[in-house]
């Protein structure tokens, strides 16, 4: 096999499964919006068939997938420099699914920390959607012919899997037509944690909801929020070594890094020596400033759904016409007739 070079292409999606939070901004779509301001060519996805691998009540989901795309837009993603769109509107995304599902080996797909974390001890009774999930994130990103994707750390191993399901099929058949995907893991706050619990990723499921900053929060409940947050007693350090064991003063130091685009250590070289009870409000101020805009603008676009339905429809278009050749030249390979 001869080796092809692949024009870089950035894809990423997101679930509409649920709350979106600042964990979403600051770990996911800050970074695609640096990607679009980057000139990249990018696909950012709303993946609502990852969503359906747990029972979805069908009005929620598609309040969900529109709040998604009003988020993305919201937050910088431009519809005509980047190409936005649902999942479930291009079936080339099942399609080659189907193939991959025939790639990958159930080990690979048991092996999976999130399929252990979701399906626990009642695995059973999971859905086959949940359990091959991985092969379906394999061919949201191939059928782009995609070469980076930014994700979270949670998201690694599947990133992993995808390039072994491109290697195996690239092996079987005697080509080099899928690429090695790289993941793109970038920033101070890839991983932003829990305002109650330093040592707990922010999530949308927690119960107590000033665990999370939500993207639909007012200026007003993001301030109180971030001066409710666990801290410790110890002023802040002038280092990050000095953060070592405080889970709750790295994370807040992490969410204002990322919030101002420093670095954690040119961050702390503005914070250092000062007591929480100085650093909060100073923090919500910088929140306040960043986010209740993008909230603000959340709540416009939701007003008009047609509008938004027809932007991803527009980019469903769009992300179609990359995906129906390498799908219809992946069936050749495969020895589909008619492909």
């Known amino acids: 096999m001869a080796d092809t070079t692949f024009p870089r292409r950035v894809f990423s999606g997101i679930q509409p499964s649920g709350g979106l939070t600042l964990g979403n901004y600051l770990g996911a779509v800050k970074p695609f919006v ?7 060519e990018a696909l950012y996805c709303v993946v609502d068939m990852h969503a359906i691998t747990v029972w979805q009540d069908p009005d929620n989901l598609r309040r969900r997938t529109r709040e998604l795309a009003a988020f993305y837009i919201a937050a910088g993603l431009d519809p005509e420099r980047s190409i936005l769109f649902n999942q479930s509107q291009v079936a080339e995304h099942a399609q080659l699914a189907w193939i991959f599902n025939c790639v990958a080996r159930m080990g690979w ?8 974390d979701k399906a626990g001890k009642n695995a059973e009774n999971a859905s086959l959607g949940l359990f091959a999930y991985p092969a379906l994130m394999a061919a949201d990103i191939l059928v782009y012919h995609a070469t980076h994707v930014p ?31 790289e993941p793109v893991i970038e920033g101070v706050a890839t991983r ?13 499921s927690d119960p107590s909801d000033a665990s999370r900053i939500n993207m639909t929060d007012d200026a007003d409940t993001i301030a109180k929020k971030l001066r409710r947050a666990k801290t410790d007693p110890e002023p802040l350090p002038d280092n990050v070594e000095g953060l070592k064991d405080r889970p709750e003063a790295r994370n807040l130091m992490n969410i204002y890094a990322a919030l101002q685009d420093l670095s954690l250590e040119d961050a702390m070289g503005q914070v250092a020596g000062r007591q929480f009870a100085q650093f909060k409000p100073l923090l919500a101020d910088v929140a306040v400033d960043r986010l209740a805009p993008i909230s603000a603008e959340m709540r416009r676009l ?12 527009r980019g469903a278009e769009r992300a179609r016409a990359i995906a129906a050749p390498v799908l219809r030249r992946t069936y050749d390979i495969v020895g589909m007739v008619g492909g």
Do not use: C
């Not at 640096?34 to 990249?40: D, M, R």
């Not at 599947?158 to 399901?165: I, Y």
């Not at 932003?192 to 949308?204: A, H, I, N, P």
């Open 34 to 40: 640096a990607a679009q301001e980057s000139g990249a």
């Open 109 to 116: 797909m048991g092996r999976m920390t999130q399929w252990k």
């Open 151 to 181: 994700v979270g750390e949670d998201q690694k191993q599947h990133l992993e899997l995808t390039r072994d399901v491109a290697a195996k099929f690239n092996h079987d058949y005697g080509t080099d037509f899928f690429p090695m995907v």
């Open 192 to 204: 932003v944690m829990s305002l109650r619990d330093g040592t707990r990723k922010m999530s949308k």
């Open 302 to 313: 939701m007003q008009d759904a047609d509008e938004i339905d027809r932007l991803l429809a």
